[in-house]
């Protein structure tokens, strides 16, 4: 069955970098949107970064200019480049996939997202 898998978390000191990965299994993201979303405890999920199936990215003001999302050649692994990593982007970070086209309204909204991950741990201290 369909499968999201998160990797490459960890911890990482201010200033640092990490590379997420999003493994696909039972589908491939050529014909998907794509995003990364991230949730600390008594706040609301965030979305952070998203990529169409156009290749299309939208990012959230907070991460705009650090984070690079990407998937690879196959379409199989969706990925969040973080740099200039931050204390304020600790967090649960999740992947997430839709079929079809999305607007630019709609790539960082948690509702229009149907397949997700179980999340990889950030921390930035």
């Known amino acids: 069955h369909v499968q999201l898998v998160e990797s490459g978390g960890g911890s990482v000191r201010p200033g640092g970098s990490l590379r997420l990965s999003c493994a696909a299994s039972?589908?491939?993201?050529?014909?998907?949107?794509n995003a990364w979303f991230r949730q600390v405890p008594g706040k609301e999920r965030e979305g952070v970064a998203a990529?169409?199936?156009?290749?299309?990215?939208f990012y959230a003001d907070s991460v705009k200019g650090r984070f690079t999302i990407s998937k690879d050649n196959s379409d199989i692994t969706l990925y969040l480049q973080m740099n200039s990593l931050k204390s304020e982007d600790t967090a649960m970070y999740y992947c997430?996939?839709?079929?079809?086209?999305?607007?630019?309204?709609?790539?960082?909204?948690?509702?229009?997202?149907?397949?997700w991950g179980r999340g990889t741990q950030v921390t930035v201290s």
């Open positions: 997430a996939a839709r079929p079809g086209r999305m607007t630019a309204n709609q790539a960082l909204v948690e509702d229009e997202y149907v397949l």
């Open positions: 990529i169409d199936s156009d290749g299309k990215t």
């Open positions: 039972g589908l491939t993201y050529s014909h998907y949107c």
